[in-house]
Structures are given as C-alpha cells and as structure tokens.
C-alpha cells in the first residue's frame, strides 16, 4: 500500500493535498502493552506508532469527494488522478460504481491501483456515477 492522499482545507479556504501520518497521545508506558521495541529506556518510542490511514474515511458527502477531486485535477498528474478517484470509488462502494457503470469490480480495482491505467471510457463511466463532471478551463 502506498502513501495515503487527502486533502485539507485551511482557514483561507485553501485547498492543499498532503500524505497523511496521524498523530496520536500514547498512554503512559506503563499502561501500554508493546513489545520491547517499541520501548527506549522505559519510553515509548512515538515515531515507530504509525497507523495506516485510509482518506477514504474522510470522503462522507458530496462535498468533500468534489474538494477532494478538484484538488486531484489541479495537480495535472494523471496517476495521482486516478488514485484518488479509486479512493473515492472505494468510498461509495467499489461494488455499488461497478453495478451502476458496467463495469466488474476487479477491473475498477486494477484501473485505479497503483500501478493502473485507467481508460478515459472507464474514468468518465465512474465520474458520471458520483456524479462529477471533467470540465476544461484556459490555464491562468
């Protein structure tokens, strides 16, 4: 699994993506049960607690799949595109874009994973599912 992508909005309104890496509050060590590595001198070692990070979470409305979308056009690059658009595929229901488009479930996954290369047919038939549109505008 690679780096997770998202999106954050910030208080000018501002749309950036980013990788995502939680921070979390541990409990003191002694209440935490890890193993021995985890551990320097008695002290739980904050950088080795990495928890993976699915954005698909985050992407609960309308709204935020469109932020999350544009922001994904904006970058120009087509893989990274495609990625998002297979995690917000993921969260509507891969089953669901995949009943509603024609497409099999296997296809979507391989057309939106890492290493995939989605047909624009494809792209379209999922965009028009959730309900996006591409449109085309003059760089500024």
């Not at 990788?19 to 935490?32: D, G, S, Y």
Request: proline share 4%; aromatic share 8%.
């Amino acid at each position: 699994m690679g780096p997770a992508i998202g999106f954050i909005i910030n208080d000018e309104g501002m749309r950036s993506s980013f990788f995502c890496v939680a921070e979390i509050k541990a409990p003191k060590a002694a209440t935490l049960k890890l193993p021995g590595f985890w551990r320097k001198n008695g002290v739980i070692d904050m950088a080795k607690l990495l928890y993976d990070y699915d954005p698909a979470t985050a992407l609960d409305s309308p709204e935020a799949i469109e932020v999350f979308m544009a922001d994904a056009f904006e970058t120009g690059d087509a893989s990274y595109i495609a990625k998002a658009l297979g995690v917000v595929a993921r969260a509507k229901g891969m089953s669901q874009i995949a009943r509603e488009t024609g497409l099999s479930r296997e296809q979507l996954y391989r057309s939106f994973s890492d290493v995939g290369n989605p047909t624009l047919k494809t792209t379209l038939a999922v965009l028009q599912v959730l309900g996006l549109d591409i449109t085309a505008k003059r760089h500024s």
